[in-house]
């Protein structure tokens, strides 16, 4: 692991491929909270257009080759501006604009083509650009960071690969985008010290994952990302990490192809690790209000009838929460070059998941899951996908239990796509062999119920397997969020958690018995929202400060413009190295009543009076007054404000 850091040296345009309102025609890239960001993309076809200029003998293993099923050994994500983390947090608990933001980093500047030595018509562009100095501190370059993963072997080759990267950006012939550019290797690891029960037949690992970066994970649709990262996605990275360092050996085959290991999905958490599970089809919402409804304990007392909700997540508290997605913007390569988009999944927010089987075969996953990078969903090597492990715990697995009363009302909901085999090879997705897989075959769902409340969900899977080249077969399932309704007939004990059906290794098959009054009966539907604390308050006083010096420029420029007074502009400098001289504005303003030329008497009380300057004595006080007298100075010699 290591970081490229890209130093400024010029003005900067990531260009996003995009305009904004019809007044720019070319805009920087930039993430949903205005900071300014280089797309790990294009800073890694950047990287190898310069590695195939110094001819590195390195270039398909660094960077893999197109159409293979293999990736190169680079791996690499957005680059960010400095102190990034802590910007960001600030931004989201003080509310900043998204415009706010980006307007702070970036200005615009215009350009027009040349013909006959005059601007061409209609040729006028107006491009957003990220200023070459900091506007932090404005002392300090604009510095961006970038997560690299790469083989050791490689290391010192990619060292001299970053060195040689100049420009980045658009217009990089024109002036823009002059970078320094180097490889900083990380020497710290955050570790994660596990103590469990060694005597155990089988383990659980539970554990939270923070994104990065926004991570794609394609569904129904090859450009709409999934809302949650599958069982599929993550057995497939525990499976090539194992290989990077061990054969494909009988222990291989016994955690990842034999059921031996169940993988869950990840589903939205946050960074506490609070278990959200997909919503069950027995809370629904009134078409038009934001109450969520327990169905399974609610009594209509209305004409409006509530439907079951169609997506989302939920824990108990009957709360609906919706992970973060944004649709971002690409260019594709090659001679048919086309801007297209992908939705994916925001970074910042935080999912949680489990893995459990026999105790030999976790030890080994652990160890994986504490050295590696984790990295899920398409685009690995650049832009996509990059993780964090924010929590881990492991435990010797234990059943937990539910105690049902005859009499009572309780649930089975599916926590993930269901695969029941049938007994031609194919999958049954009745509710008949659904209640025979739990074990409730005897049980009549809704028995004596006048509201009927069960209800399955079905989808269809798909994919593709790109070692083969070709589509994968299309799958009915018994879909997350199915629920079936039941009373018991006599007293109960269920498991509180079960595994059933085919494919449990890959996310399929969780089931989950709960009470249908565990469900809170009304509760408010809520967005889900990055659970962060923030006590800096650095970028909110240097926007504040900002927008003050932009209000104070435009004052300065009106009050000249209706200036009526003739000065020349060797009393304007004069004035100005008064002001320079001047410890505070009651000091200046002494110095002006004690000068005796009446005229400049008399224009500086005009000047003090009229520029309502005392409102910025306690800070921009001698900026304004300069400002003014050096806009005075620039129209005696026949300037225009």
Known sequence: MGRIEITLKSDLCTASGDGFSSVIDTDVSYDRYGFPVIGGRRLKGCLKQVAEYIDSPYIKEIFGETGKSFSGSLKISNAVIKDYERLKKEAIISGIDCKKVISFFTYTRSSTAIENDTAKDNSLRITRVVKHYSPLNKNEELTFFADVEIDDKYKEEFKDICKALRNIGYKRNRGYGAVKCRFIEDTERKSFVQKFDESAEELQITYTIRLKSNIMIPGKSSDETLEYIPGTAVIGFFAGEYLKTNPEDDMFDEIFQKNNVRFSNLYISDKNGHEYFPAPVILGKIKGESKIFNLAEYENKSEKIPKPVKNGYCDFSSHIVNPLTETVYHHS??????????????????????????????????DILKNSSLRFGRSKTAQYSNCELADLKCTALKTETINIKAGTRFIALMLSDILIPDEMGGYDISVNSLKKAIGLENLECDKGEEIKRSALRYKTLMGYNTKWNIQKPHLRTIAAGSTIVFKAEKDM??????????????????????????????????????????????????????????????????????????????QVGRYIMMVKQSDSLLMFKSMASEIKSEKSKSFLDYLIKHSEVDKYRNNLWKEYLILILTLIKYSNRGGKQ
């Open 333 to 366: 390569t090659g001679n048919d070059s086309t801007l297209y988009t992908q939705t994916s999944l925001c970074e910042g927010q935080y999912f949680r998941g489990t893995i459990s089987g026999k105790a030999e075969y976790i030890v080994k996953i652990l």
């Open 493 to 570: 004990e269920l498991p509180r958690k079960m595994f059933i059906g085919a494919r449990q290794n890959e996310g399929f098959g969780q089931v989950m018995f709960c009470l249908s009054n565990e469900f809170k009966t009304e509760s408010e539907s809520k967005n889900y929202i990055i659970s962060e604390t923030s006590d800096s308050h650095v970028l909110a006083d240097y926007i504040q400060k900002n927008h003050e010096l932009e209000k104070m420029r435009t004052e300065a420029v009106n009050f000249v413009s209706g200036l009526k007074k003739d000065i020349n502009s060797s």
